[in-house]
């Protein structure tokens, strides 16, 4: 089963509104990266976000990790139309050598001009 | 610099055929990982290999395997298709076989299994 879980697995919103996603994980992480896809193309990442770090910025994205409760959310502000896409929390767990990322189910953003 | 490249984009094969996919990474990277995604299952990872060895290993079937060859460029190889091998194949790099770094991903290649 996958390590992350997102919610919602999808968002509609308006033009310059805020969307919010969130990601929970089962176990202890290294770090939880977020990507984003578009039209089944290839991911680009977006922000990561380290064990001992509790928020984070980028632009107009804000990711939060909360450890004790195994969860993650990214904000994207203003959001603009470019921003419609899918969106993937994904986790290195703790421990583990190597790059191998387990990713969430994903949430798609529409973001209605 | 280049982006990560993956060839071919788009692949039809018949069920019981074999498949060789191409990546490409970053000039310099070498760590290649590469992820299935598929409706049902999501994305998931296959394998990593790091300086022509293999890191890691997820959990598919032995029908799925890869290489890196010495300019860090890989290939992964799927014998005696089946139907539910059709998905969109991710190839990713990074500069190190550690987890604090990003990966780059490239574009993908589509499988379709007939």
């Known amino acids: 089963s996958q390590q992350g879980e997102e919610d919602p697995q999808a968002l509609s919103i308006q033009e310059g509104e805020n969307a919010t996603m969130n990601c929970s994980y089962k176990?202890?992480?290294?770090?939880l990266q977020w990507y984003r896809q578009n039209s089944g193309r290839g991911l680009v990442h977006l922000i990561l976000?380290?064990?001992?770090?509790r928020e984070k910025h980028s632009g107009r994205l804000r990711v939060t990790l909360d450890t004790s409760k195994k969860s993650s959310s990214l904000l994207i502000t203003a959001s603009r139309a470019a921003d419609t896409a899918s969106y993937f929390c994904?986790?290195?767990?703790?421990?583990?050598?190597?790059?191998?990322?387990?990713f969430g189910g994903g949430t798609r953003v529409l973001v209605k001009p | 610099k280049a982006g990560v490249t993956q060839t071919p984009r788009y692949l039809i094969k018949t069920r019981g055929q074999q498949v060789t996919l191409s990546c490409s990474p970053i000039?310099?990277?070498?760590?290649v990982s590469w992820y299935q995604q598929t409706p049902g299952q999501g994305l998931q990872f296959l394998f990593e290999?790091?300086?022509?060895?293999?890191?890691n290993k997820g959990n598919f079937p032995g029908r799925f395997s890869g290489r890196q060859f010495s300019n860090s460029r890989s290939e992964m190889n799927v014998s005696t298709l089946e139907l539910g091998d059709s998905a969109l194949y991710l190839c990713?790099?990074?500069?190190?076989?550690?987890?604090?770094?990003?990966?780059?991903f490239g574009p993908g290649t589509r499988l379709t299994v007939t």
């Open positions: 994904a986790t290195s767990l703790r421990g583990a050598a190597g790059n191998k990322l387990t």
């Open positions: 176990t202890s992480i290294n770090n």
């Open positions: 976000i380290r064990s001992n770090e």
């Open positions: 000039s310099g990277h070498r760590s």
């Open positions: 290999y790091f300086s022509e060895t293999q890191r």
């Open positions: 990713a790099s990074s500069p190190q076989d550690r987890s604090s770094y990003e990966q780059y």
